[in-house]
């Protein structure tokens, strides 16, 4: 019987691998209403994240699911006197710009950051 090639992955080959997952490189546009060049609050879970407008930032699935699913609903009342409800808009104009790979752990939205930090202390993220 022919020894068959295989490749394997020894555990300091395993380490040295850096680990990576993805994120999606987005800017959030400013608003031209009062208020709406300030940050804006991500919930997931009750964890919240404040994001910089006008700024590229990385957001995981989670928090770009969120943003897409921001809405706005308005009511009017048109001349026979009911209110109607108005469909829901978009809260925040973003771009997508696309997919990029960072380090697992790496809890900072800012792609100024060249290093996954230690903590999200260390990151910077503001929780309230």
């Not at 546009?29 to 009750?46: E, R």
């Amino acid at each position: 019987m022919a020894k068959t090639d295989t490749t394997e992955t020894t555990a300091t080959e395993a380490a040295s691998t850096p680990r990576t997952e993805s994120r999606w490189r987005v800017t959030i546009n400013a608003d031209p209403v009062p208020g709406g060049d300030c940050d804006v609050s991500l919930t997931i879970n009750g964890r919240i994240t404040q994001v910089k407008r006008n700024e590229p930032v990385y957001l995981t699935k989670d928090q770009l699911e969120v943003l897409e699913n921001a809405a706005v609903r308005g009511y009017r009342v048109p001349s026979e006197g009911r209110v109607v409800a108005v469909k829901g808009v978009r809260r925040f104009s973003y771009v997508v710009h696309g997919e990029v790979q960072v380090p697992i752990g790496f809890f900072d939205t800012s792609p100024e950051t060249e290093t996954a930090p230690e903590s999200e202390a260390e990151a910077g993220l503001e929780t309230p």
